[in-house]
């Protein structure tokens, strides 16, 4: 069984947003933490009698921010971690999550899509390629006939003359 806070909703993937914002927006405030999406001024005229500890004192902004950045985390794919990480407030990685799911370019999501799969999987993996080690060169331009043999031999292909 998966004890993880959050483990109730879908994880953030590249087509899940619709889902995971409504979901999560649904977990911060079932924890008395949907304040920390709100812009600061807000947050501040909007602590409620619920938002009490055992103590009696309602818990810092800086503590919620925390415990909410702490579930959104837990809620989203691995490529995701980094845009939570580096963002200094639950608001702000909500805000660069939703400016990253919800643009108007579907070339834009279909790359997302793409890549985040591919991430995920364990598919990609960067490394500087010199220019005549580009073995896939042959199939996008014209070369040279030694060019041509050079690639075409990098890839496996022989010729049946």
């Given at each position: 069984m998966d004890n993880r806070p959050g483990a109730s909703i879908v994880r953030l993937g590249t087509n899940l947003w619709p889902i995971w914002n409504m979901?999560?927006?649904?977990?911060?405030?079932?924890k008395n933490l949907g304040e920390v999406?709100?812009?600061?001024?807000?947050?501040?005229?909007?602590?409620?009698?619920s938002q009490t500890t055992a103590q009696g004192a309602a818990p810092s902004r800086a503590a919620q921010d925390k415990q909410a950045k702490g579930l959104m985390a837990l809620s989203v794919e691995k490529i995701y971690l980094?845009?939570?990480d580096e963002s200094e407030t639950t608001r702000e990685a909500w805000v660069k999550l939703e400016k990253l799911h919800t643009g108007n370019s579907k070339a834009r999501k279909a790359a997302l899509a793409r890549e985040g799969d591919r991430v995920l999987v364990g598919d990609v993996h960067f490394s500087y390629c010199r220019t005549e080690d580009m073995a896939a060169d042959f199939l996008t331009k014209a070369l040279s006939p030694d060019k041509f043999r050079r690639c075409r031999e990098m890839i496996g292909m022989v010729s049946l003359d």
């Open positions: 979901q999560f927006r649904a977990v911060l405030d079932s999406l709100e812009e600061p001024a807000e947050a501040m005229t909007s602590t409620t009698s980094t845009i939570v």
